[in-house]
């Protein structure tokens, strides 16, 4: 019995030899929406907090200059994040009714070339984010002075937060994990 059971998991393993690194793949895409959800929730709280807590201090006290900038930041941040959360959920925008109505293994391989598509598009904004990042250090924000690298980083960061994620989905859905 025992015997059996070493000879299928051998099996098992000859036919997946990446299995194990598209397992690893998979834990790691689902830990950095975790952390994804998280940091959506705090950028959206501190958006609220910082827009009431300028309303507050402009009708008061003395309007706070770098709010409003922060809070642009934020939005955008979270946009991001939510996008990254969006494709690990399956929760993006898809037109499925074609894809539907065809056999499994069509429906799958455009369900491929569709992945392929969108981990090229992330990939590329990874990639000139990346650049647009280290040639805007330089540059000062006006409101706080914040430089903005830190700013324009959270384009590379989310791109590949996203080509993590679709590739992940991709291996997950043709069964490879």
């Known amino acids: 019995m025992g015997q059996a059971l070493m000879t299928a998991a051998n099996t098992q393993k000859h036919r997946r030899p990446f299995g194990a690194f598209f397992s ?11 952390l994804c959800e998280v940091a959506l929730f705090i950028s959206i709280l501190l958006m609220v907090g910082l827009t009431s807590l300028q309303i507050v201090c402009r009708y008061f006290f003395t309007a706070l200059t770098w709010s409003e900038e922060l809070t642009r930041f934020l939005l955008v941040f979270a946009s991001l994040l939510g996008a990254s959360v969006g ?3 399956g929760g993006h925008i898809a037109i499925t009714a074609l894809r539907d109505k065809l056999p499994s293994r069509v429906s799958l391989g455009i369900y491929g070339i569709t992945q392929g598509v969108g981990v090229c598009f992330f990939a590329i904004l990874a990639w000139y984010g990346g650049k647009l990042t280290i040639s805007e250090a330089g540059q000062l924000s006006p409101g706080m002075g914040l430089s903005m690298m830190w700013v324009y980083a959270m384009y590379p960061l989310m791109g590949a937060v996203v080509v993590l994620h679709m590739v992940a989905s991709f291996f997950e859905s043709f069964g490879e994990v």
């Not at 690893?24 to 975790?34: F, I």
């Open 24 to 34: 690893h793949l998979s834990r790691l895409s689902h830990g950095v929406n975790a």
């Open 87 to 89: 494709f690990k959920k």
